[in-house]
């Protein structure tokens, strides 16, 4: 009897030391601080005294229950298969231009050969642990280390007070008061907790640390904070790693699971966070989260139970449709079999209905992105089928696009001067910039599927996506945490194909405007490789591909600048001229045809018909605009082209035409006035210009010519 009395006046002792923090946090006192650090020292004081080691070497699991047996599947949507048809697409050109013997078309094949390979390994090993998971200690999760209460209570007070995201997703769940509950429920039961339960607090501290760290200015304060962060992460990710097949049929269970995959997606392991979600999905199908509620269990439930309820399937919903676009999978959620209704999301902060819902919008579009236009049952369909699809689709994603724009102007979340200081580093601007990233991502992949009938299109998409990257990194650059979290959501967590299809393009059409770009945002990459394992990977496969395409272009160019050259060797040679660019004295070449003899000239091209069919090698342009192939260079032009061309040859002069940013390839009306320039004059040429003539007036005279003109006075 005395021994159960005595166990009465702790629990009550332990009950009022618990009211006393609740107390605290509300007033937010002094003294509730120094209690809870009273308290937090007791219970933790053994295992925080080994928090430091367990941030710096973390025990890395090399196996565990979720390792990969072999490769993983990727459909058509995923970015392995994106890039995959990039690199089939090189190969192709390649052959057909005949350039593949060319070493440095060798190198470039090899590299992309390598790369997609890596792709292809990193995608099946992406998922198979948590680098971060330690070995759980022999009493389980109890014995895992937890920051100082002190510092949960400092960093809950702060969040009552802010509107960022992760603390309002959490929120989205559960109130601020029942997650601070949650986490006395662990740091003082001793072990009387769930899986779920560890996992919720983990998470949710693991955000909040981080967006203190994020927002603080103290150097040493804000790194007090990612230690705090980084110990949370660690316990996250052994509780995910040691969760069991097996899992209670709980609403808990169902919020750990989906704060479980939202982390897994932030830091890119996709697999994990699919099978996660999946597996929070099947367990909320259970409950019925997915169905309208009854009349009876309305009453028994109560609003806030069904706003819970629905609020965890909308997440799970849209994770769903992310997800399974970025892997190439269906969806889990069948849309014919869900009618709970939207509403909950209403519950939630005012400043993230909006963004919740647009969540939510966007992944209904990617479900029928991945049914009608990248499933198994599509792909078999003519492509016509495909393309009357694309339309419908396009249209929504506009809409969407222009309401999120709408709502960042309004809310100020694009404008450079509200970030220039770390309190302005909210997560709901990471989320604003990622969202429009993505919306313009999901919208090439529409028109990635339409094929050429769309490439313009999709083209144009790809340069937006990519050009709102760049200057949303260039807003969030100023803090490392900050940019790593924008990149896996903006770039990792749905196939970010803007890139590959710009690297399409240009090896169709080389375009050193398209190529700048692609260099761009391998530069916006490069800055964040440090910070996350997934970025330095996606950033060696987007370099790759950035350097077989600028070395494409460079042997292309090269290619047919000799050709060109050999083209201006048979032009001089249908003239009776053998170039020679060592001999210069031909100087005075202007001379060797004078003025009359041009009718000459007009007769010979009779003469030389066998010569690629035209005269002297020239195309027959009779039914070209003229203001395409009777380009003439200014008067300057001709002047410095004459002192070259009689100075260092006819070669010299492309070489220098090309280093003025003119044109890389020379065509042949413009060989043309080169040389009919140099064998009739200067002078006389710039007698055509002043009567806006062409020099192949010379050989196709118009009724309008001058005489003067054809007689080179």
């Known amino acids: 009897m005395e021994i159960s009395e005595k166990k009465i006046d702790r629990i009550d002792n332990r009950l009022d ?61 995923s970015l392995a298969a994106h890039t995959a048809v990039a690199s089939e697409l090189f190969i192709q050109e390649v052959q057909e231009n005949s350039q593949s013997s060319n070493p440095a078309i060798q190198t470039a094949l090899s590299s992309l050969h390598e790369i997609v390979s890596q792709v292809n390994k990193y995608s099946s090993s992406q998922g198979a642990t948590f680098r971060n998971a330690k070995a759980l200690p022999p009493g389980g999760l109890s014995e895992l280390p937890m920051p100082p209460m002190q510092a949960v209570l400092a960093a809950l007070h702060g969040s009552k007070g802010l509107s960022q995201l992760h603390s309002s997703v959490i929120c989205c769940f559960r109130s601020i008061e029942s997650f601070t509950e949650l986490c006395l429920k662990v740091y003082f039961t001793y072990g009387n907790f769930s899986q779920a ?12 640390f981080l967006e203190c760290s994020f927002i603080n200015s103290d150097d040493a304060t804000r790194n007090e904070y990612r230690t705090h962060a980084r110990l949370c992460q660690c316990n996250l990710e052994t509780a995910l790693s ?44 259970t409950l019925g989260f997915h169905r309208a509620p009854s009349r009876s269990s309305v009453t028994i439930e109560g609003n806030d ?59 209904k579009l990617q479900g029928r992105m991945y049914t009608q236009l990248y499933s198994a049952a599509a792909l078999a369909l003519p492509i016509s089928q495909r393309q009357s699809r694309v339309p419908a689709l396009v249209a929504e994603m506009r809409t969407m696009i222009a309401e999120a724009l709408q709502l960042a102007a309004m809310t100020g979340d694009l404008d450079h001067s509200c970030s220039t200081t770390p309190e302005n580093y909210t997560i709901r601007s990471i989320t604003v910039h990622s969202n429009l990233v993505n919306f313009l991502g999901s919208l090439t992949l529409v028109y990635r599927a339409g094929g050429d009938l769309y490439a313009e299109d999709c083209l144009q998409s790809a340069k937006e996506a990519m050009e709102m990257h760049i200057r949303s990194l260039e807003m969030l650059d100023k803090n490392s945490g900050v940019r790593d979290m924008y990149l896996h959501w903006a770039i990792l967590y749905t196939p970010f194909v803007p890139f590959t299809v710009i690297f399409c393009h240009i090896i169709k059409s080389p375009d050193r405007s398209d190529l700048n770009l692609l260099e761009r945002f391998v530069q916006s990459l490069q800055s964040a ?10 950033h060696a496969v987007c370099d790759t591909l950035f350097n077989v395409a600028l070395r494409y272009i460079e042997v292309k160019t090269l290619h047919q600048k000799r050709a060109v050259e050999e083209t201006f060797d048979k032009y ?124 192949r007036d010379l050989f196709h005279p118009s009724p309008e010519t001058p005489a003067s003109a054809m007689h080179g006075t």
Request: glycine fraction near 8%; include cysteine.
């Open 17 to 77: 030391g618990i009211e006393r923090l609740l107390q605290s946090l509300t007033t937010g006192s002094d003294a509730g601080c120094s209690e809870l650090h009273r308290h937090s020292t007791k219970s933790n004081a053994s295992t925080i005294s080994h928090s430091e080691h367990a941030v710096d070497a973390p025990d890395s699991l090399e196996s565990g229950p979720l390792d990969s047996q072999g490769p993983e599947f990727e459909g058509d949507s």
């Open 197 to 208: 339960d560890f996992i919720i607090v983990n998470v949710g501290l693991y955000y909040i």
């Open 242 to 285: 040691n969760l069991s097949l097996i899992l209670p049929r709980t609403y808990e269970v169902v919020e750990a699971l989906l704060l479980g995959a939202m982390y897994a997606s932030e830091v890119s392991r996709t697999s994990l966070a699919w099978l996660l979600n999946s597996t929070a999905i099947t367990i909320g199908q």
């Open 305 to 363: 139970n069904r706003d819970y309820q629905a609020l965890l399937f909308w997440m799970g919903y849209t994770m769903d449709k992310g997800l399974a676009l970025r892997l190439g999978y269906a969806p889990i959620m069948s849309e014919d079999d869900i009618n709970v209704s939207e509403s909950a999301i209403d519950s939630v902060h005012d400043s993230w209905s909006d963004i919740l819902r647009a969540w939510v919008v966007h992944a």
């Open 529 to 538: 490789c440090e910070l996350s394992d997934p970025i330095t990977k996606f």
């Open 572 to 695: 001089l040679n249908a003239l009776g001229l053998v170039p020679s660019h060592e001999d210069k004295s031909d100087e005075t070449m202007e001379n060797v045809i004078s003025g009359s003899e041009v009718g000459d000239w007009y007769s010979v091209e009779f003469r030389h018909k066998d010569l690629d069919g035209q005269a002297f090698g020239l195309i027959d342009v009779s039914d070209a605009p003229a203001d395409e192939l009777h380009q003439v260079p200014g008067n300057g032009e001709w002047v410095a082209l004459r002192l070259i061309i009689d100075n260092d040859g006819w070669r010299a002069a492309i070489a220098r035409r090309r280093e003025q940013g003119n044109p890389a390839v020379w065509g042949e009306a413009e060989i043309e006035t080169i040389v009919i320039a140099r064998l009739i004059g200067i002078d006389k040429a710039l007698g055509w210009l002043d009567q806006r003539l062409s020099p």
